[in-house]
């Protein structure tokens, strides 16, 4: 219950009858299980009006997109990059096309270029 272990509703419990007195004890119980009542009541009554068959028809295209959105929700566009950086063959120096590698290996005379 509340996510609490049966030694801490021990000590709650303890807690509740030093604090209260034995003769308000058995009310105060009454009292905080029928607001725990009324409250289970009111959930199951908003999870029934919730569960109508025209609000199952607008959740049927929204869990048709569920599958795309969780793709690229895990996409990691690093990654994607590194594989094809990796896939791509590696340009050497003897690879360099004519234009690049004919730059300033031509101007041999020192002087300025026209």
Known sequence: MFGMSGGELVVLGLVALFVLGPERLPGAIRAVSAAMTQAKSWMDSAKDQLNTPELQQLRE??????????????????????????????????????????????????????
């Open 61 to 114: 295209p929204l869990e048709e997109l569920r599958a795309p959105l969780a793709e690229l929700r895990a996409a990691d566009p690093r990654r994607a990059a590194r594989d094809l950086l990796a896939a791509r063959p590696a340009r050497t120096a003897a690879a360099a096309t004519p234009a690049e590698s004919s730059g300033d290996s031509q101007n041999t005379s020192g002087g300025a270029v026209a």
